[in-house]
Each structure stands twice: as C-alpha cells, then as structure tokens.
C-alpha cells in the first residue's frame, strides 16, 4: 500500500515534468515543399518575453506582408518558431529542432546576449543565416560566424547615444545600474568610458543579477556616490525592480535614464510617482508616437494588429527588419543560397537599401566581409528620449527625438 | 565610499535585511512546526509562499480586493495548501508516530514530487513570467538619520514578530497548546493521554501553510509574484530553519533574520552572487559547531529527543 502511494506520487511528478517540457512552438501554414522556410528563436515567457513578443509579432506580419506581395524569388515563405522560456539552456534541444526538421533560410536568434549567444554557433554550423539585435562584438566577427548578421548599435555607439541622453537631461556625475551578464558588463565599461570622455563623471556602477528581486541597496551605494543621474540598463523585469528601489530611496530630483531594450507599456506606464517627473527611457526613434516623430509605415501596423493588439510597434517593426534585411540579400542575389545571400549583405558598403527595406534600423547596415556589426553605419537619427505615460494605440510613446554626434 | 555614507548603506541594508528575513522566518517557523509535530521536512512548503504570492497578484492587483480581505483569503488557501500538503504527502503514510527513518525516506520523495507539480502547474498556468504587485503600505520611504526605512520592511517585521510572540505564548499558556507540545515531545505518550497525534500533526501542517501563504502575501510587493519565488524561498527558508534551531519557534526568527540580514549586506561589500553562498557557508558553520542549531534543543537535530530525524 504504501509502495504503490510512493509510486503514484513519483507518477505524478513525471507527468507533470513531461506537461512541462513541452515549450510553444508555431509554424505557419504554408509547408509546400517549395516554400522557403524561416525560423525564429524567441522568449515567449520569462524576462525577455516583453521584447519577444512583440518582435515575433512583427515576424509574423512580415511573412504574411512577403506571401501577400507574391513571396520571396516566387516562393512562398513558411515561419517555424519555438519558444525558450527566457532559458538558454534549452537552445540545444531548439537549434536541433529548427534546424533539422526545417532547412531555415533565416533563423531570428532571440535579443537576449546569453540565449543569441548560445543559438548563433549552431545556426553558423548549420549554414542558417541568423539575425539579432544582440551586439556582441565576438558574434559580429564574419571569420567565426560567417552567417551571423547583428541590426543594433554596437557597443561605442550605445554609449555614444547615452552620453548623448545624459547631457540632453544635464547629467553631471552618473551612477550606472545593470545587469551583470557578460555583454552588458561589457557594455557598460564601453558606457563608463564613453561617460568620462564625453566630461561627465561616472561615480559608482552596480551591476546586479538579472534576477534580483530588492536592489534597495545598489540604489543607496548609488545616491551615496553623489550621482544625480542614474542609467539602467536592464531586462525589462529587472527594470521594473530597480525603479522601485529607486524611488524607495528617498532620493529628491535624480534623473533615471532606462535603456532601450526595456521600452514596453508596462515599464514606462508604471514609473513610480516619485521619480516619474525626471524619468527619461532612452529607445529608439520608431519608438515615438508619429505625432512626435515616428516614421514606421501604417500599413505595417495594420499587418501586425492582424495577429492581435500591437504591444509595441518598434520591436515589431525591429521584427519586420531582421528577416527584411535577409529577403532584400536573396533578391539581389537572386538566389537563397546563404553564402550569396551573405557575399550580398558584405559588399552593399555604403549604398542605402530601398526606403521600404528597412522600417527602424539604418540604412545601409554597413557590414563588411570581415564584420557583420553595425560598425559603419550612421546611426545619429536612431534614438530618441521618451518620457512615462500610457503607450498609444501602437505601443508608442511621448518623447522627443535624440540625435547623437 | 565615506564613512558616513557607508554607515547609511549598511544601516539600508540592514533595514530591508530584517524585513525580507521576516518572509523567510515565516517560512522556517512553518518547517519547524512541521518537523516538529511529525519529524517530517516538508520541502513542498515554499510551494505555499509561491501560491500566496501568486493569490496575491490575482486578489490585491488584479481584482483590486482590500488588503485584510486578500489576507483572509490568502490565510485560508494557505491553510487548505497545508491540508493538501498533508493528505497528498503524508497523511496515507503515517500510519504510527515514530516510525522516523522509514517516514522521513517516504515523505522526502513524496513532499519532493508535490512540490515539482505544483511548480509544473503554476508554470503551465501563468508561464515564467513576473507579476509587479504595488505595495500595501505607502512606498515612501521615511528618512531617519539619513537611512531611508521602507514602511513595508517595518510592517513584515512587525507582523512576524508577533505571529511568533502569539504561537510561543499559545503553545506555552494554553491547554490546546499544551497538548501541542505534548505531541512535540512525547507522541505515544500523547496518543496515551486521548491526544490524536495525527490530528495535531494536520493541524500543524494547515497552521505551517497558512504562514507560508501569509509569507508569499508578505513579500510579493518587493519580489514581484513569479514561478522562480519557489526556490529562492525554500532555500533561504530552511537556512532559517536550520541555523535557528530544529524545533525552535523563536530560532526560526532569528534564523530568518540572520539570513535576510546576510543577503542584503553581501553587496555592500562584495559580488551580489556570493550571498547565497556565504549563508550555506554559515548554515554549515552553525550546524557543524552546534548541530541542534543556535537556539535548537537537544536532539539528533534539535528536536524533540523523539523526534530524530
């Protein structure tokens, strides 16, 4: 009797590990053996499903706009997508998926430094064209990861836009809060310097665990430090955490200034009272409502409000680009072959892609066949300052643009 | 760093220490009522706290229930939880008091498997996600001495302190407490004396619920309510339990205190990942120096001398 208890407890535990393992996994519905396949790797869950979800709706949107349009050299395209719970442990078991069932053309690596970080080796192995917004310098070397291609700022230019916003807000000693994983540390120190030249003083940095749930005394070593403005560079949870330690700390008249990849409704919609008045979320400029200076096409939005309410429009339209960019590559190529597609992608230099290409990254990317980062891209019209509030109907907010340089 | 100001940032740190301290002494308050009524670890405990928290979510920030209200439901759920808990890990085990080795094997997995699916179920139901609750005092913190204190942390103290004072003064002062430490230190003396054990043991596992939930309750609005609570919780929860003392309810306090104060000093000084190892190093130390815990009584591991576990 009581074996058989012990045994149906273990039971119970199996299944309900199995029920767990399973992740979410989407495939559109064209699978013709002609249809060009394209895959994405995304959070659906977790810390960095803020950004996932409304980049995979911004996939999504794109491939429909792309089969609508009369698909890609004649084929039409089919997206597979698997979620990974904001967990780079399950990259192996996904790449292995992705990549052997469907011959990717394109695979979307995740934003997330540790889970691209993981993807991008096997996509590389697997010929599979990857895509991400992580700006990792070792991932940009076209040597190692000849199929690797990054649409974001690189770290100088993320630190150039930020000295740019602390002087827009009159910062005169900053004070940095992020997260401690390896590429934003090492963005940060390109910040920290990028600070110091620029004749600020960067009196005191914090990096915390992504997971942190009290940073009340991070924010006081802070406020000790004598900064009068702090920059945080954090997921969007671990945002949420840091404002309230923030604005716990009793800490009149300090400017918060929030990093792009933690722009949602919810981290901007919930800035508490106490700091709100000073608090500046730096993104990028699809970012801002088109009263204010957005430019992401309407008719995109309409695409992605297909698939249900638009969460926040620039990440969807950051969406649209990441596999935009590829598609623009086979065009010219005329082929999908992802070393043509490549070569295309390589030897572009500085001539801009067509206005249509790309709704929010710069154009021309810039790559070269040795870096596949946007290192030589302009991108003083990229950013823009935005203020709390309630999102509008496309998941954009009030602000003003940022230009930097 | 000025002196000055390091002493505001250590004083910081303590203050929200003893307050986040105050979730994990509830947490080891309820271990210790569990270990002591039946000499069971119920590692399916933290799964409470999880539930509390989540319940939270739903009650004070979705439904925008009063406070008291969303603490009375969460209290029963907590209580139920601990009925649950009892009844699918243990009960149809225990069949007599004392039968310590083969209990502890049997219930170890069992209390181990609840506290899996129960993860695996919230997990499936609300995803990985995090949960902001808003906070049920004012968020303002108040300025004393240049140390800002966060009225949340002195409510979470406060309210520990006291479920602590009333269960001693209950088990001390009162008859049904009385029979209550009966059970604690003679079980089959107490069965002889009319006291139903099991139905004590129950008891004890709905009461350790109810505080686990209140826990949850308690600390939602500093940690957000996510399915990753669990395990933080039920670590530093049985770091508390043990450095205070198996079987002793002011141990569990001080117990929760210490590690509480220990995870919000270590950045202070050093990397904010060595905390979880310097309370383990001291939870070894105690343990190794005092095995029965710092306020633990005599015992294999400071429970009742029946009780060996």
New interface residues.
């Given amino acids: 009797m009581r074996h058989s208890h012990v045994g149906a407890s273990v039971g119970v535990v199996i299944v309900a590990f199995a029920v767990a393992a399973c992740s979410s996994a989407g495939t559109s519905s064209n699978n013709a053996a002609d249809t060009v396949q394209v895959c994405a790797d995304v959070s659906l869950s977790g810390a960095y499903a803020a950004v996932d979800v409304p980049v995979l709706a911004g996939l999504k949107a794109t491939v429909k706009d792309v089969n609508a349009a009369g698909g890609l050299l004649g084929h039409q395209v089919a997206l597979h997508y698997l979620d990974d719970h904001s967990d780079a442990t399950r990259v192996p078991a996904i790449a292995q998926e992705l990549f052997t069932k469907y011959k990717c053309l394109v695979v979307f690596a995740n934003n997330s430094g540790t889970i691209t970080g993981a993807l991008v080796p096997f996509a590389s192995r697997a010929k599979v064209i990857s895509t991400s917004a992580v700006p990792t310098p070792a991932l940009s070397v076209a040597k190692d990861y000849p199929y690797n291609f990054v649409l974001n700022a690189t770290n100088p230019q993320q630190a150039a836009a930020f000295l740019a916003a602390a002087k827009r807000v009159g910062a005169k000693k900053v004070g940095l809060l992020y997260d401690n994983n390896t590429a934003t540390t090492a963005l940060m120190q390109t910040v920290r310097s990028a600070l110091t030249s620029g004749g600020l003083d960067a009196v005191d940095a914090e990096g915390v665990d992504s997971t942190a749930t009290n940073l009340t005394v991070q924010a006081v070593k802070l406020k000790n430090a004598g900064a009068d403005t702090v920059i945080v560079q954090a997921n969007p949870v671990l945002l949420l955490t840091a404002q309230r330690a923030l604005a716990s700390v009793n800490w009149a008249g300090v400017k918060i200034i929030s990093s792009p990849n933690a722009v949602n409704a919810q981290t901007l919609g919930s800035v508490p009272s106490s700091i709100a008045a000073n608090y500046y979320a730096m993104g990028y400029r699809g970012n801002l409502s088109s009263s204010v200076g957005g430019g992401i096409p309407q008719t995109f939005a309409n695409s992605v409000a297909s698939f249900g309410k638009v969460v926040n429009l620039n990440l969807s339209a950051q969406g649209h680009d990441y596999f935009a960019v590829v598609f623009w590559g086979a065009e010219q190529a005329k082929s999908l072959d992802p070393s043509k597609i490549a070569k295309v992608l390589e030897s572009n230099g500085s001539k801009p892609l067509p206005n249509d290409t790309l709704y929010v990254e710069p154009s021309p990317p810039g790559y070269t066949s040795t870096e596949h980062s946007m290192a030589k891209a302009d991108l003083s019209k990229y950013w823009s300052l935005l203020r709390p509030g309630k999102a509008d109907q496309n998941g954009q907010f009030n602000g003003e643009p940022l230009t930097v340089g | 760093?000025?002196s000055g100001?390091?002493v505001?940032?250590i004083l910081?740190?303590i203050t929200?220490g003893l307050g986040?301290g105050s979730a994990y002494a509830l947490l080891g308050l309820g271990l210790t009522l569990i270990l002591a009524a039946s000499g069971v670890f119920n590692l399916a405990q933290s799964s409470v706290v999880l539930g509390g928290s989540l319940a939270t979510y739903g009650l004070y920030q979705i439904l925008h229930w009063p406070i008291l209200l969303a603490v009375a439901i969460v209290a029963a759920g907590g209580a139920i939880a601990g009925f649950v808990s009892y009844w699918?890990?243990v009960g149809?085990?225990f069949k007599r008091p004392g039968i310590a080795a083969e209990l502890t094997e049997?219930t170890l997995?069992?209390t181990?498997?609840?506290y899996?699916?129960f993860g695996?179920?919230m997990?499936?139901s609300f995803?990985?996600?995090?949960y902001?609750v808003r906070s049920y005092v004012s968020?303002?913190?108040h300025?004393i001495g240049g140390v800002?204190i966060?009225p949340i942390y002195v409510v979470m103290l406060v309210v520990t302190i006291v479920i602590v004072i009333a269960i001693e003064t209950f088990t001390r002062r009162s008859k049904a407490g009385l029979f209550l430490r009966m059970t604690f230190e003679d079980s089959e003396g107490a069965e002889m004396q009319g006291v139903s054990v099991r139905r004590v043991i129950m008891i004890s596992f709905a009461v350790a619920g109810v505080l686990a939930a209140i826990g949850g309750l308690m600390i939602v609005p500093?940690?957000?309510a996510s399915t990753?609570v669990a395990d933080s919780f039920g670590l530093y929860g049985f770091a508390a339990m043990a450095i205070g003392g198996y079987g002793s309810f002011v141990g569990a306090l001080i117990g929760g205190l210490i590690v509480g104060v220990i995870e919000?000093?270590v950045?202070?000084w050093f990397?904010?990942?060595l905390a979880p190892l310097i309370v383990y190093a001291l939870l070894i130390g105690v343990l190794v120096i005092r095995p029965r815990g710092l306020f633990g009584r005599a015992g294999a591991f400071g429970a009742s001398s029946l009780r060996e576990v």
């Avoid at chain 2, 995803?127 to 995090?130: L, R, Y």
């Fill in positions: 760093m000025s100001n390091q505001s940032t910081a740190a929200s986040t699918g890990a149809f085990i049997a997995v069992t181990l498997g609840l899996l699916a695996s179920i997990t499936l995803g990985a996600d995090v902001p968020s303002e913190a300025d800002p966060q500093v940690t957000s990753s919000a000093l950045p202070v990397n904010v990942q």
